[in-house]
């Protein structure tokens, strides 16, 4: 029962690099998210996708990339990391928007 | 486009005592709303959702919420509160553009 699954779970990069977060599913879920979470501020919704193909940008879209070219993975790519993207990054699948999400047990990214 | 109020970032009730973490939500469309939970160093998981029908909604570990539209509340409430129950609670709404915003999260904290 793998359900959501994030990797890495823990990674540092430097400032400038760029990294790309895996999220995969086997759910068959045609919706997927990505969050970040900072302490006080709760989730901010930075892509987000409803099938294979199709993603739209959320609520804190930039510096980050995303493509959906399976309904199983998601990944998000960080170009240019800076130390404001420093935070836990949390992948979530639903088979809509008025389902439940699943999330995955997140990655925890520090840009020094 | 939606949002979500939760407040106060940090709630303390003694342990069997009443559970009232409040949010109030903003939307143009009928929204639907969600409750999840957060244990440390895990992701979140749903407590309760509503979508139609009865206002008054029964989710897992003896949580309800109660939708009124007149207030635009959704708060989560729990009659007796049990040392288990210390969490981070967020609420979410999701409305028509396939997005799911989340509160900025209420911690719940259970007095001995």
């Known amino acids: 029962n793998a359900g959501v699954t994030q990797t890495p779970k823990f990674r540092i990069l430097k400032i400038g690099q760029s990294m790309t977060l895996q999220c995969t599913q086997d759910m068959n879920h045609n919706y997927m998210y990505w969050y970040r979470q900072d302490p006080g501020m709760g989730l901010k919704l930075i892509y987000y996708s409803v099938g294979a193909g199709i993603t739209d940008k959320g609520e804190v879209p930039n510096g980050y990339n995303v493509s959906r070219s399976t309904t199983e993975d998601f990944p998000l790519r960080l170009e240019l990391a800076a130390p404001s993207q420093t935070s836990v990054y949390f992948c979530?699948?639903?088979?809509?928007?008025?389902?439940?999400?699943?999330f995955g047990e997140g990655s925890r990214l520090t840009v020094l | 486009a939606q949002s979500v109020t939760q407040l106060g970032s940090h709630v303390s009730v003694s342990e069997g005592a009443l559970v009232l973490l409040r949010c109030n939500y903003s939307s143009s469309v009928p929204p639907y709303l969600f409750w999840y939970v957060q244990y440390p160093n895990q992701g979140l998981q749903l407590l309760l959702k509503y979508t139609t029908g009865a206002t008054l909604v029964k989710g897992i570990n003896g949580f309800e919420a109660e939708f009124k539209k007149s207030e635009t509340s959704f708060h989560l409430t729990k009659p007796s509160a049990h040392m288990s129950d210390a969490a981070e609670y967020f609420c979410a709404v999701s409305g028509n553009d396939d997005k799911i915003i989340f509160g900025k999260g209420t911690r719940l904290h259970i007095l001995p």
């Open positions: 979530a699948s639903s088979q809509s928007s008025t389902g439940e999400l699943f």
